[in-house]
């Protein structure tokens, strides 16, 4: 089946700081999603990035679909970016997560 | 707004008291889902829906029933929870299972069953 990997798996910060998350996929797919777990346990959609590049606001993120990967760029990061980055994959009707890179923000 | 309402929030129940927790979408989502998440185990899931009346296993399925009477609702039954059942629980919908359309996930449902 389809593998998600993710890097790094942690990264602290200082407020203000940029950042770039990775996330790798073993196979061709047409549909990957980036999602946010705040400390409270909320998944938030960040995007919905088959292929090229999408922004909003202090995110951005790209897929290369022909290489599988993908990019999550956060820019002037805040405390609230803190929590788990996923990345996953939709196949068999379910959705293949990576093991996500847990982000600290430190004021 | 368009969103995935999940209830309750919270809930600490005894072992083998049945409880439910709904899940509603407002997008006329024809997919819905369940999962499951634990430490170290990451994300999986339980249960899905292509469309009414129309309901597949997921990857742990054990200990939980569903139902898909109406396209907007989606509960996730536990006849007699267990301690192991204790998790955070997330319903999701889309479009289509398929890939094809992002997923949209409620705020999540955090079960203690002692």
């Known amino acids: 089946g389809i593998q998600v990997e993710q890097s790094p798996p942690d990264l602290i910060l200082q407020e203000g700081a940029n950042s770039t998350l990775r996330c790798n996929f073993s196979?061709?797919?047409?549909?990957l999603q980036w999602f946010h777990q705040n400390p409270w346990g909320q998944l938030i959609n960040l995007f919905y990035i088959p292929s090229g590049t999408k922004q909003n606001g202090r995110l951005s993120a790209t897929t290369v679909a022909t290489e599988r990967y993908s990019l999550l760029y956060i820019s002037s990061s805040q405390t609230t970016d803190s929590g788990v980055y996923f990345c996953?994959?939709?196949?068999?009707?379910?959705?293949?997560w990576g093991a996500g890179t847990k982000l600290i923000i430190k004021p | 707004e368009a969103q995935v309402t999940q209830n309750p929030r919270y809930l600490i129940t005894v072992t083998g008291k049945k409880l439910t927790v709904t899940c509603s979408q407002n997008?006329?989502?024809?997919?819905m889902s369940w999962y499951r998440q634990d430490p170290g185990l990451g994300l999986r899931q339980i249960y899905y829906s292509m469309n009414v009346e129309v309901t597949d296993k997921g990857d742990v399925p054990e200990g939980y029933k569903v139902s898909r009477k109406e396209k907007r609702n989606f509960p996730l039954i536990l006849e007699s929870p267990s301690p192991n059942q204790t998790s955070l629980y997330f319903c999701a919908s889309s479009l289509s299972g398929g890939g094809t359309y992002g997923y949209t996930f409620g705020s999540g449902t955090r079960l203690t069953v002692v």
């Open positions: 996953a994959v939709a196949s068999n009707y379910q959705l293949i």
């Open positions: 997008m006329n989502h024809e997919y």
């Open positions: 196979d061709s797919v047409n549909n």
